[in-house]
T-cell receptor, first 113, second 115 residues
Framework: GENVEQHPSTLSVQEGDSAVIKCTYSDSASNYFPWYKQELGKRPQLIIDIRSNVGEKKDQRIAVTLNKTAKHFSLHITETQPEDSAVYFCAAPISSNTGKLIFGQGTTLQVKP | DTGVSQNPRHKITKRGQNVTFRCDPISEHNRLYWYRQTLGQGPEFLTYFQNEAQLEKSRLLSDRFSAERPKGSFSTLEIQRTEQGDSAMYLC?????????????FGAGTRLSVL
């Protein structure tokens, strides 16, 4: 079925530590994997994405890795800051040529000062 | 261009009433999506438009829900005979499909409360 699993559901780290969030997906045809950050009461904002032709992508303190064989991808945040505290969602287009996204359940990241 | 715009931001209604939400996508974006998000969950796909054509609907979209995108610009989502279970955040996203690009940008959503 259409499925994106995300773990953990909550993550608490000390400021300066790294945070890792993992997702698995069901559709081997999926070729695009975005990550969204959603602060309380605000819109989901795209923070990084990766396409199936690369295994890793970095943007300053944020990186995403993709393992197509295992059908999983991960978000890595280094040197975490309190403003990184938010809910993070992974997503993938599943069983679709329309680009509709299936989202993971979300990870609430708390960065303690 | 100020991004995807949705209104109203909040809507409180009584059970059984009809409500309509509006989404204005980023100009020139040919793809428009509606999602629903409940507390503690990720957005769930409802329906998709390419230009003015509605090309996909989720089975979550009961026949009380209808969406339109006249002229391929703004879109409306109407819920008839609202139920308490319809209470949620309704999000709109738009994108421009060009080659492999299909990045979806979200609006701030309309929060619906059905009393």
């Amino acid at each position: 079925g259409e499925n994106v699993e995300q773990h953990p559901s909550t993550l608490s780290v000390q400021e300066g530590d790294s945070a890792v969030i993992k997702c698995t997906y069901s559709d081997s045809a999926s070729n695009y994997f975005p990550w969204y950050k959603q602060e309380l009461g605000k819109r989901p904002q795209l923070i990084i994405d990766i396409r199936s032709n690369v295994g890793e992508k970095k943007d300053q303190r944020i990186a995403v890795t993709l393992n197509k064989t295992a059908k999983h991808f991960s978000l890595h945040i280094t040197e975490t800051q309190p403003e990184d505290s938010a809910v993070y969602f992974c997503a993938a287009p599943i069983s679709s040529n329309t680009g509709k996204l299936i989202f993971g359940q979300g990870t609430t990241l708390q960065v303690k000062p | 261009d100020t991004g995807v715009s949705q209104n109203p931001r909040h809507k409180i209604t009584k059970r059984g009433q009809n409500v309509t939400f509006r989404c204005d996508p980023i100009s020139e974006h040919n793809r428009l999506y509606w999602y629903r998000q409940t507390l503690g969950q990720g957005p769930e796909f409802l329906t998709y438009f390419q230009n003015e054509a509605q090309l996909e609907k989720s089975r979550l979209l009961s026949d009380r829900f209808s969406a339109e995108r006249p002229k391929g610009s703004f879109s409306t989502l109407e819920i008839q005979r609202t139920e308490q279970g319809d209470s949620a955040m309704y999000l709109c996203a738009s994108s421009f499909r060009s080659g492999r690009e299909n990045i979806q940008y979200f609006g701030a959503g309309t929060r619906l409360s059905v009393l």
